[in-house]
C-alpha cells in the first residue's frame, strides 16, 4: 500500500511539509510506503474549464505536474492534502492543481482514503480544511479524520515542531490512515465490492 502526501507549499522543507513529514512517519512504521509530490515553486496553469479533459482522463495542459500525479494517483491506495494558509484560505496554486486533478482524474482518487493537513501561523485553518476537503467528498472519498482538527501552527518548521498538539494531531491522522487503509483491503480481499454509484444527474436549477 502507498500514500502520497500532496505539499501544496511553494516551499519545500516548511511547515506543511514538516506536518506531513509527521504523519508519514507513522505510515511508515504501520508498513506503509509514502510519496511527497512538491507543487513547488514553478508556475502552474488554473482549470479554465474547457472540459478538453472530458473522457481523456488527462488534463489538456500538459506543461506541468498534473497529468503526471493522476497516473501517480491511480497507483496509490491514499492521500494527505497539506496546504499552507494565505490570506485565511488556501493555497491558490494547490487549488488550481487540485481542480484540474479532481477534474481531469477524479476516479484515480474515488473511494481511496483521504485526508488534509493545514499549517498556519495563526488563523484560517478551519476555512483551509473546508475548502480543500470538498475535492475529497465530490469525488466519494472516505475523509480520515484525527482527534482534533488537521492543522499545525508556528511561523516556521521549528516552530512547528513545538506545537505539540498539532504533531501529536498529525501522528493520530497517520494510524487512523494506515487503519483504515488495512481496513479497505481486508475487505477487498473479502469480496466486498465497490458501491455501484449512480449515473450522475445533473439538474439545472434555472429551470
Known amino acids: 500500500m502507498k500514500v502520497l502526501l500532496i505539499n501544496g507549499s511553494s516551499h519545500e522543507n516548511g511547515c506543511t511539509y514538516t506536518a506531513l513529514s509527521e504523519v ?15 507543487i513547488g515553486s514553478q508556475p502552474v496553469r488554473d482549470c479554465i474549464g474547457c472540459r478538453g479533459c472530458k473522457g481523456k482522463r488527462r488534463c489538456v495542459f500538459d506543461d ?8 501517480k494517483a491511480r497507483n496509490a491506495d491514499g492521500f494527505v492534502f497539506g496546504t499552507p494558509v494565505y490570506y485565511a484560505h488556501p493555497s491558490g496554486r494547490l487549488l488550481s492543481v487540485l481542480d484540474r486533478l479532481f477534474y481531469a482524474g477524479g476516479d484515480a482518487f474515488a473511494h481511496k482514503a483521504g485526508a488534509v ?3 498556519a501561523r495563526r488563523a484560517g485553518t478551519t476555512a483551509s480544511l473546508d475548502a480543500v476537503t470538498k475535492h475529497l467528498t465530490i469525488a466519494q472519498m472516505p475523509v480520515v479524520s484525527s482527534t482534533y482538527w488537521n492543522m499545525v501552527h508556528g511561523n516556521a518548521p521549528e516552530e512547528v515542531k513545538q506545537d505539540l498538539e498539532g504533531m501529536q494531531t498529525m501522528r493520530n491522522l497517520g494510524r487512523n490512515m494506515a487503519w483504515l487503509l488495512k481496513c479497505i483491503e481486508a475487505g477487498k ?4 465490492a465497490l458501491p455501484d454509484t449512480e449515473k450522475k444527474v445533473r439538474t439545472n436549477f434555472i429551470r
Do not use: K, P, R
Open 24 to 38: 508519514a512517519s507513522v505510515l511508515n512504521a504501520e508498513g506503509i510506503g509514502t510519496e511527497v509530490l512538491q
Open 64 to 71: 506541468d505536474m498534473v497529468n503526471d500525479w493522476i497516473e
Open 117 to 119: 493537513v493545514a499549517s
Open 189 to 192: 480481499s473479502a469480496g466486498i
